[in-house]
C-alpha cells in the first residue's frame, strides 16, 4: 500500500507551512494533497505559493494532488476552484460536486474526496463515469461497507482510506470559532491561527468531545487505522491517508512505513502512536461502532 499525507485542515502560518512542507519532501509519503479545503478566508499562502509547494515536492518524487474547497459560498470561491481545476499539471481532488462537474467538462481525472459521501458502488460508478480514478472513503463507513463496495469496483478505480487524523465530521456555513470569540465570520480576526490542532471543546462532566477548526467540526480523538492495517491490505486498499498535525506528523509516517514493511506489528505501532495522542485515539466506524470507540483486537 502507498502511504498517502492528507491536505492540512488546520491555519498554520505562511513560515510553518512551508516549514512543515519542507520536512514533507524528506518523509517516506508517496502521495501529498495540498490546499485549503476548510476556509476560504485563510491566506496565509495564496495559489501561487500552493503551486510552489506543489512543484517542490514533485520535484522530491512525490505525486502532488490539489484539494478543492470543501464548501463554495461565493464567486471568488468558484475563481478559486477554477484555478486549481486548470491549473494545467497536477491531479485535483474534488471535494464537492461542483468541482465534479467543472471537472468533468474539462474531461479531467481526479479524486473523488471522502467528503462526497460515497456509500455504494452505485455512486461510485457515476462519479467514475465523470473521470474519478481514485475515491477516498468516507471515515464514517466501516469495513463492511468497503467490502461491499469492493466487490463492485469500477476498473481502474484506486481505493483510499484516511487512517489516521482528527476525523472531520462536518462544515458548516457558520464559523465556530470566531463564534466562540463572539465575533462575525467576515471579521472573525483569523481565530483559527491561534489553535494549530483545532479549539477543543469537553463536555461538561469535563470529557474530550469535539474540536472546532474554523467552520469545520472534528473529533477530539484521533482516529487511528494502524493496528487495522493487515486488513486494508487484505481488503485491496490501495492507499492509506494520514492527516496532517502540528507536532509529530513525521513520526507518524515513519510508524505507518515500518508497519506496512513488516519491520513492526501493526498492533504495536498503534499503541506506539496512542501513546503520544493527549486525548486518545478511537477506530470505531471502522468495526461498525460509534466513532469515538476503541475496538482493540484479541
Not at 105 to 125: G, I
Amino acid at each position: 500500500m502507498k502511504l498517502a499525507l492528507g491536505p492540512n485542515l488546520f491555519y498554520w502560518t505562511k513560515q510553518a507551512t512551508l516549514d512543515f512542507y519542507a520536512e514533507v519532501a524528506k518523509m517516506s509519503v508517496d502521495i501529498v494533497y495540498l490546499g485549503e479545503t476548510v476556509c476560504s478566508r485563510r491566506h496565509e499562502l495564496r495559489a501561487e505559493d500552493w503551486l510552489e509547494v506543489a512543484n517542490q515536492l514533485a520535484d522530491a518524487g512525490k505525486e502532488v494532488v490539489l484539494a478543492s474547497q470543501s464548501l463554495i459560498e461565493s464567486e471568488s470561491d468558484l475563481k478559486a476552484l477554477r484555478r486549481v481545476v486548470d491549473n494545467g499539471r497536477f491531479l485535483v481532488e474534488a471535494n464537492e460536486m461542483g468541482a465534479v462537474r467543472l471537472l468533468a467538462e474539462h474531461k479531467l481525472p481526479f479524486v473523488a474526496s471522502m467528503s462526497l459521501n460515497v456509500f455504494n458502488s452505485h455512486t461510485l460508478q457515476l462519479l467514475a463515469d465523470m473521470g474519478a480514478t481514485r475515491w477516498v472513503m468516507p471515515p464514517e463507513s466501516g469495513r463492511d461497507t468497503l467490502a461491499g463496495i469492493m466487490k463492485e469496483l469500477p476498473a481502474g478505480m484506486e481505493t483510499e482510506v484516511f487512517a489516521h487524523g482528527r476525523l472531520p465530521l462536518a462544515w458548516s456555513a457558520r464559523c465556530f470559532t470566531a463564534r466562540r470569540f463572539n465575533l462575525q465570520k467576515d471579521t472573525c480576526e483569523f481565530k483559527c491561527i491561534d489553535f494549530p490542532d483545532g479549539l477543543l471543546l469537553k463536555t461538561r462532566e469535563h470529557e474530550d468531545f469535539l474540536v472546532i477548526n474554523g467552520i469545520q467540526t472534528m473529533s477530539a480523538k484521533t482516529y487511528n487505522l494502524l493496528g487495522e492495517l493487515p486488513d486494508l491490505a487484505a481488503a485491496g486498499v490501495n492507499i492509506v491517508r494520514i492527516s496532517p498535525q502540528a507536532q509529530g506528523t513525521g513520526a507518524v509516517v515513519d510508524l505507518f512505513r515500518k508497519a506496512l514493511a513488516g519491520a513492526l506489528p501493526a498492533a504495536e505501532a498503534a499503541k506506539t502512536a496512542a501513546a503520544a495522542l493527549p486525548e486518545g485515539i478511537c477506530n470505531g466506524f471502522w468495526h461498525g461502532q460509534p466513532g469515538l470507540e476503541l475496538v482493540e483486537k484479541a
